[in-house]
């Protein structure tokens, strides 16, 4: 009994473009982030998925629905929204980025922390394991639930996802492989 899982991240925004993150702050894919989403249906055009889920944050639906509409059922879920970082979203990265590995349990303020992402991405896995045995997943989100499953999937502590984290190397791919096995 397993599911495989193929891990996407939205397309650059235009946050993204002037350093700013984001957050639960609903922003567009720029230019950029609208081509790589088309440009991404052709380097997955081998893979097959039975759905796709992505976050209901904007970012993410646009991605999706530019990469896969008409090829997939596309399933919004917030549970795959990034983490929340309340009086935080949406400002300078520089400022938010230094806080985010301090935040593993303690709340960013009027927000949440990385165990409650890990808390969302736990429900949602298990969601997965009641309706989508045996199939194949592409989900489209964010940083936070792709550092979620890295701790819940790959067994990896909060301290070494954020370490080996893609985005600090820019070693970004089109998809990232997990599986559930039950």
């Known amino acids: ?13 235009t946050d993204n473009e002037k350093h700013v993150s ?7 894919l720029s230019d ?10 052709e380097q997955t055009k081998y893979k097959k998925f039975d759905v796709v889920f992505c976050s209901d944050l904007k970012r993410a639906v646009e991605s999706a629905k530019l990469t896969w509409e008409g090829i997939y059922p596309i399933i919004q879920d917030a549970r795959l929204r ?7 979203n949406a400002q300078l990265s520089e400022v938010v980025e ?8 303690e709340r960013f303020p009027n927000g949440e922390s990385y165990e409650d992402v890990k808390a969302r991405i736990g429900d949602f896995l298990e969601f997965l394991k009641k309706n989508y045995d045996g199939k194949n ?32 190397t820019r070693a970004w791919k089109p998809g990232w492989e997990y599986k559930v096995k039950y």
């Not at 891990?7 to 925004?13: A, K």
């Not at 990034?82 to 935080?88: A, I, L």
């Not at 230094?98 to 349990?105: A, F, L, N, R, S």
């Open 22 to 28: 984001s957050g639960w702050f609903d922003v567009e």
């Open 98 to 105: 230094p806080m985010q590995e301090k935040m593993i349990t």
């Open 82 to 88: 990034e983490c929340n970082y309340g009086d935080f």
């Open 32 to 41: 950029l982030g609208v081509q790589q989403s088309k440009d991404l249906r």
């Open 137 to 168: 997943v592409a989900i489209v989100a964010h940083k936070a639930p792709q550092l979620a499953l890295d701790v819940l999937l790959k067994g990896k502590t909060w301290e070494q996802a954020f370490a080996e984290d893609w985005r600090k």
């Open 1 to 13: 009994m397993s599911i495989s899982i193929t891990y996407f991240v939205h397309g650059t925004t």
